[in-house]
């Protein structure tokens, strides 16, 4: 199976993704996880990316696509992957169409997690995760069970995005309405789009995802 997670950032893709990746078994794809962690490392990928993510804009279709393309190829993506963060332009979609294609796959599902653009900011300027397993977590609507430790590993070790602060967030959004909303009509006409209400809590998400997931596999 294929899902594509659809979202403004702060939509709690991630958060979402990996609940979906322990109950079905699916490996996450995450462009922003990739990215950053080619930035830590201070590869070519990550130089040419690392202003791009600074300013919340995109990184160029070229690279992301380039990054998809070799990791799809990998064992663990054989039966079927969870992206998350990927697509994000029309020219990048149309790509992994034809990447699946070649391999006669298609994208099962695009789950739309439709959240008001006001509750973003606060979302984003409030999370952090675990800098052992990258377990998310929020000041308000997310704690840890208890207080300083990471309920996934026991790590006291946590960390916050750089680009999760308010400036670059309205950035973000601003890409996301111009750059990536126009998927939406695009795996719509595909008959892929199922939209879910992403405002709920946490729990009722992963509830409404699970639901959307059942019919399709049913
Ligand atoms: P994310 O963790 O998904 O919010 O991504 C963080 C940043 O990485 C984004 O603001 C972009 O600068 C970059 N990025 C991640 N995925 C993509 C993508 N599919 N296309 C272009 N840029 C991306």
Redesign the pocket.
Known sequence: MIIVLLGP?GAG??TQASRIMQTHGLVQL????M??AAVSAGTEVGLK?KE??AA????T?EI?IGIIADRIEEDDCKSGFLL??????VA?AETLNKLLNDKNLTVDIVVEMKVDDESLVDRIAGRYTCAQCNKGYHDTYLKPQVADVCDGCGSANFTRRS?DNRETVIS?LA?YHTQTAPLLPFYKAQGVLRTIDGMADIDDVTVQINDVLSKLSA
């Open positions: 950032p893709k991630g995450s462009t922003g996880d990215l950053r990316a791009f993510m919340g804009k995109l990184v279709d992301v998350d963060g990927f697509p994000r332009t990048q680009d973000r890409t």
